[in-house]
């Protein structure tokens, strides 16, 4: 393929586009390990590169065209690989859907979508009976029987594992600002939406996330392939000729087994995967293991607890689904709740609600824009009312809530919309509940503001407990006192068995804002606990 176009910020698409990149790498290194599945099978480049042929040979006969949408509805593994790669060595776009989803959200991303095609796990697919297909005439079902759907066509595994045939030509060169997939943000509290995304911004994203890493790595993707944090690591390890550990899911009990047995040597850590990791006793795997770097998002106080006691250095970045990775850090990075700083091509302000520009130190919205044409998303699908707000003056509005330090790290503080004010303080419940993660029983938590009797907010503080633990909510307060100030401990208290959840995992937290004190809440002021400002002498 000739590159048909001289800005250096654009790589040939022998770098970033899929078939070719692909090509390249089955022809350099035909024999090399590119995927290793969780049943312990792996595919070559040269085996990935026929497996992603093949597929696309049978997507083609179902008349699949370059330019298409398809939906893809699989778990992790070697299925959810060879849909993927297929679609998009056609140049079709790879519409991947969450695979908690069934009744009104699964109708909105099949509607939205536009996709005839879908491919889909045999345990899954019975939820289309429940909704209206909207323009699906046709699917192939893996791992189990097709049950009768009314209006669309049945396949087998067999459509996507021809035999013979021949690939069709491509109208045209695939570009790297052509759409390689829409990805669907699980929204709090309105529709999913599908964020557009060029192989550029993928190859971009993969790439800026993982820097350090080369062809020798091999990085564990527990996260799944209808999110970010799966497609990015898999696109960054093509991009530079690794390999992949896929499993389907993180897991706690095995993760270091699996490290060891698939010789992974990088992960990402979401969430409260790493606090879940140190919170484990001691064992003698806690060394003897692979693994050499862990992406920590966002980074916890366990950081540096996780990094010594296991041997292995911490990075962590900003990113989202709509960007590409703008803010990173280095290894070990320090303080808690860092991000980084900006890498190299990326513009970033702190702004307020009318994008001006804030004091240095002050809390405002993070936007940005890089300087590599289409390295962030192109849009939201069907949706130019929510394109236009997020790319308002050209910048793309993060809805997230950030400072910026004295040395130039940048801090998140807060979802926007989840910042609590109360008796006038503004308070991060990010930062209130890294608090109350740190507590030793403590599994998950969540920090929400809920009206109070006086004016402004209180804030009410949900928290799920480590297995075979418990929790008096008054010795909470005792251990909070001490690490934060007076007006961000939480007055009051909520222990659930599972905090609630999107399908993708995003703690919804409007659910608890709409229960709000429940005959289950405890109240530390009727407890008798007040707690009042340090008065300092003069």
Same mark, same amino acid.
């Given at each position: 393929m000739t590159k048909l176009w001289f800005d250096p910020r654009v790589p040939e698409a022998e770098r970033c586009v899929l078939r070719p990149l692909l090509d390249r790498h089955a022809a350099a290194t035909p024999d090399k390990v590119f995927a290793r599945f969780a049943d312990g099978s792996e595919w070559t480049y040269r085996q990935t590169q026929a497996i992603a042929r093949q597929a696309a040979i049978g997507l083609a006969a179902l008349g699949v065209r370059q330019g298409d949408h398809v939906l893809s509805w699989l778990p992790n593994g070697p299925d959810?690989?060879?849909?993927?790669?297929?679609?998009?060595?056609?140049?079709?776009?790879?519409?991947?859907?969450?695979?908690?989803y069934r009744g009104g959200v699964l109708a909105h991303v099949v509607a939205n979508s536009d996709a005839k095609l879908i491919v889909a796990h045999a345990d899954l697919v019975g939820r289309l009976a429940e909704i209206d297909c909207a323009a699906l005439t046709a699917a192939v079902v893996l791992n189990g029987e097709a049950p009768v759907l009314p209006r669309l066509a049945m396949h087998a595994r067999d459509a996507l594992e021809p035999a013979g045939g021949d690939l069709p030509p491509l109208a045209r060169d695939i570009a790297p600002w052509d759409m390689q997939s829409i990805i669907y943000t699980?929204?709090?509290?309105?529709?999913?939406?599908?964020?557009?995304?060029?192989?550029?911004?993928?190859?971009?994203?993969?790439?800026?996330?993982?820097?350090?890493?080369?062809?020798d790595d091999r990085f564990m993707v527990n996260l799944p392939l209808f999110h970010v944090g799966g497609t990015a690591?898999?696109?960054?390890?093509?991009?530079?000729?690794?390999?992949?550990?896929?499993?389907?899911?993180?897991?706690?009990?095995?993760f270091w087994r699996v490290v060891t047995e698939t010789?992974?040597?990088?992960?990402?850590?979401?969430?409260?995967?790493?606090?879940?990791?140190?919170?484990?006793?001691?064992?003698?795997? /806690?060394?003897?293991?692979?693994?050499?770097?862990?992406?920590?998002?966002?980074?916890?106080?366990?950081?540096?607890?996780?990094?010594?006691?296991?041997?292995? /250095?911490?990075?962590?970045v900003f990113n989202m689904t709509e960007v590409s990775t703008p803010i990173r850090s280095g290894k070990n990075p320090a303080p808690l709740a860092t991000c980084g700083r900006p890498r190299s091509g990326v513009e970033a302000r702190i702004v307020d609600e009318n994008d001006c520009e804030v004091a240095p130190g002050s809390v405002g919205e993070l936007?940005?824009?890089?300087?590599?044409?289409?390295?962030?998303?192109?849009?939201?699908?069907?949706?130019?009312?929510?394109?236009?707000?997020?790319w308002r003056n050209g910048w793309f509005h993060t809805g997230d809530a950030f400072r910026v330090g004295e040395d130039g790290q940048f801090f998140f503080v807060d979802r926007m919309k989840d910042a609590i004010r109360r008796r006038g303080e503004n308070i991060s419940s990010f930062e209130v509940e890294t608090e109350l993660c740190a507590h030793p029983a403590i599994k998950e938590a969540a920090a929400v503001a809920v009206p109070s009797e006086f004016a402004e907010e209180e804030v009410l503080a949900a928290v799920s407990l480590v297995e075979g633990t418990t929790l008096d909510p008054a010795e909470l307060i005792a251990f909070l006192t001490p690490r934060m100030a007076h007006f961000m401990v939480p007055r009051y208290v909520r222990i659930v068995p599972d905090l609630p959840k999107t399908p993708t995992q995003k703690v919804q937290k409007h659910l608890l804002r709409s229960e709000g004190i429940t005959t289950d809440t405890w109240d530390r002021e009727k407890a008798g606990i007040r707690l009042r400002r340090q008065r300092l002498s003069a």
């Open positions: 959810a690989i060879r849909v993927w790669f297929g679609l998009n060595y056609l140049g079709a776009v790879y519409v991947p859907i969450n695979l908690a699980s929204g709090t509290t309105g529709p999913s939406k599908g964020v557009m995304s060029s192989y550029l911004q993928l190859y971009t994203m993969g790439t800026e996330s993982f820097p350090s890493l080369g062809a690591a898999v696109y960054a390890m093509l991009a530079v000729g690794g390999s992949i550990a896929i499993v389907e899911a993180f897991d706690t009990a095995s010789r992974t040597t990088a992960c990402v850590l979401l969430g409260v995967m790493a606090t879940f990791l140190v919170k484990q006793p001691p064992s003698a795997q /806690d060394r003897s293991h692979t693994l050499t770097a862990a992406i920590m998002v966002p980074l916890c106080e366990d950081a540096a607890a996780f990094s010594a006691r296991f041997g292995c /250095d911490v990075y962590t936007i940005v824009r890089t300087d590599r044409p289409w390295g962030m998303n192109h849009g939201y699908y069907k949706n130019p009312e929510a394109t236009a707000r997020a």
